[in-house]
């Protein structure tokens, strides 16, 4: 079936904005995580969801970043009031939600904050 | 916090040479290791995994092993090819699935 997706790919925005950031996981799983890359780093981990609740939001860098999932499958990653700091590939990921599964990843969004 | 650490690159190879990418993780429990790669233009995917020490992971041609009494999981290939060329992070996960990457090695294999 189809992988992981996310729209858009490419988020260019001004400081001070706010924007939503979407992702589709694989039919059938019920855990989905977000991710963020910097350039030349690995990615750090943001939130996981177990179904629709958030399981652990200890990644999120501060309270301007927010997600939700509302139906248990698609979420969104929601950022207020924009930094140049915040530009980054965002990335997400889901799997079945058992311990040491496979996670799949997306192809990610570029968020440029000019 | 646990951590993974993995060595820098790029690492430039020619075709058909051996590829060893050194990685050490900390970690307060018993984690589970995995390798993804990243090709060019393309999204992450997992190359190997081991949950248990002692597990080998393995898969196109690359190979790792859980070593738990010196916390590694170093990448070995024993021939590389052009199309290896990619970046390459080891990653934990240990206690709810959240996963803990590396900083990414780059390799480039020339023909």
């Known amino acids: ?114 | 916090g646990d951590s993974v650490t993995q060595m820098e690159g790029p690492v430039t190879l020619s075709e058909e040479a051996f590829l060893t990418i050194n990685c050490t993780y900390t970690a307060t429990g018993y984690p589970s290791l995995f390798w993804y790669v990243q090709y060019p233009g393309e999204g992450l995917q997992l190359l190997l995994k081991a949950t248990k020490a002692d597990d080998k992971g393995s898969n196109k041609g690359f190979e790792a092993t859980y070593r738990k009494e010196t916390t590694s999981f170093h990448l070995e290939k024993g021939s590389v090819q052009v199309s290896d060329s990619a970046v390459y992070f080891c990653a934990l996960s240990d206690y709810g699935n959240k996963l803990v990457f590396g900083a990414g090695t780059i390799l480039r294999v020339k023909s």
């Open chain 1, 1 to 114: 079936g189809a992988g992981v997706s996310q729209t858009p790919s490419n988020k260019v925005t001004e400081k001070g904005k706010y924007v939503e950031l979407r992702c589709d996981p694989i039919s059938g799983h019920t855990a989905l995580y977000w991710y963020r890359q910097s350039l030349g780093q690995g990615p750090e981990f943001l939130i996981y969801f177990q179904g629709t609740g958030a399981a652990d939001d200890s990644g999120l860098p501060n309270d301007r970043f927010f997600a939700v999932r509302p139906e248990g499958s698609v979420s969104t990653l929601k950022i207020q009031r924009t930094e140049r700091g915040d530009s980054a590939v965002y990335l997400c990921a889901s799997s079945y939600g058992l311990a040491s599964d496979t996670q799949y990843f997306g192809p990610g969004t570029r968020l440029t904050v000019l």
